[in-house]
């Protein structure tokens, strides 16, 4: 397993502590970049990761497919650009692409940001009763069957060329894994679903971003449905919730209900090799009035997270030695 960090495409302090964290994997998300898809941007970004000591392994991010997730006419342009942007990191090297199935405005929510945990720490939380006060979404009205049809054509059109390029598709669960939000239906919010949805396409390239705080959410055993997935895992979000989907709280990566170090021996179990990084930390003294002190990716959680995660890999590398 590779410990990876999220990291912004151009150089500043979190490039430095990632650094002295020992970190050699990046994971990039082009926040404010118009057509970051583009060969251009893709070979500077993957370059300059490269002059500064970091493989770049995986872009989690997405192009516009708002039209592509309900079906509307101009999804193959879109369609187009993500097959675009799939063959470019396969000319590039970049192994992995995170992606999700939700239409934008209503994909990754929270209600809260500033639920208080130990020493005063910061952290984010969801009720689905007061997203569902909102009045419905304008898209409200879709079914749950026209969004298996939408993923179905999606997945014919780029799965193939995925595997011509060589890149891995890693889909991450719906944030919160609820089964609709404001009148709109979500898919990947079980175990079930998402099974069904590697049925859609059969392929070693389709496969799962396992983030741990998702499928937590849903009420799966984590270990057991990382043995469950096996080598359809691509990439791991390791993270830890209290709560239902409905319902929750993001925690200190030590004090969730999950059993972290059996999560990481069942990484190993698997022979998952691919990138793993922390994600939703809480945010800590003194960050409040950082401008990238954004809830649940600040930088001090983050040194903690990481350091944790060195210390499992590092237990679980000599449980298998010994057996």
């Known amino acids: 397993m590779d410990p990876a960090v999220m990291l912004p495409p151009s150089q500043d302090r979190r490039w430095t502590l990632a650094r002295q964290l020992g970190i050699e994997s990046a994971v990039v998300r082009f926040w404010g970049v118009e057509d970051w898809w583009q060969y251009d941007t893709l070979v500077q970004t993957r370059n300059r990761f490269a002059d500064h000591g970091f493989s770049l392994d995986v872009v989690e991010d997405r192009p516009p497919m708002e039209k592509t997730v309900l079906g509307r006419e101009g999804r193959d342009e879109e369609i187009e650009t993500v097959k675009e942007l799939i063959k470019n990191m396969g000319q590039l090297g970049i192994d992995t692409y ?3 199935w939700t239409e934008n405005p209503v994909g990754y929510l929270r209600t809260s940001d500033a639920i208080p945990d130990r020493g005063g720490s910061l952290q984010t939380g969801y009720e689905h009763e007061l997203m569902d006060q909102a009045d419905d979404h304008p898209e409200a009205g879709i079914s749950e069957e026209e969004l298996w049809e939408n993923l179905k054509y999606f997945l014919a059109e780029v799965v193939p060329v995925a595997e011509e390029a060589g890149v891995k598709m890693a889909l991450h669960p719906d944030d919160p894994p609820v089964s609709s939000v404001r009148g709109v239906p979500r898919l990947i919010n079980s175990v079930e679903n998402y099974e069904r949805v590697l049925e859609l396409y059969e392929s070693p390239n389709h496969g799962v971003t396992f983030c741990q705080g998702n499928f937590a959410a849903m009420g799966a055993d984590i270990p057991a449905t990382i043995r469950r997935f096996g080598d359809r895992i691509h990439f791991v979000h390791f993270r830890d919730v209290k709560g239902t989907a409905e319902s929750f709280v993001e925690t200190w990566h030590d004090d969730g209900p ?32 950082r401008s990238e002190a954004h809830p649940g990716y600040t930088d001090m959680g983050r040194l903690f997270a990481v350091g944790y995660m060195k210390g499992l890999l590092e237990q679980t590398e000599k449980e298998k030695v010994t057996t």
């Open 258 to 289: 999950t059993d972290m170090l059996a999560a990481m021996e069942a990484y190993r179990e698997i022979g998952f090799d691919g990138p793993i990084r922390p994600d939703h930390v809480p945010k800590m003294d003194g960050e409040n009035d």
């Open 98 to 100: 995170c992606w999700v």
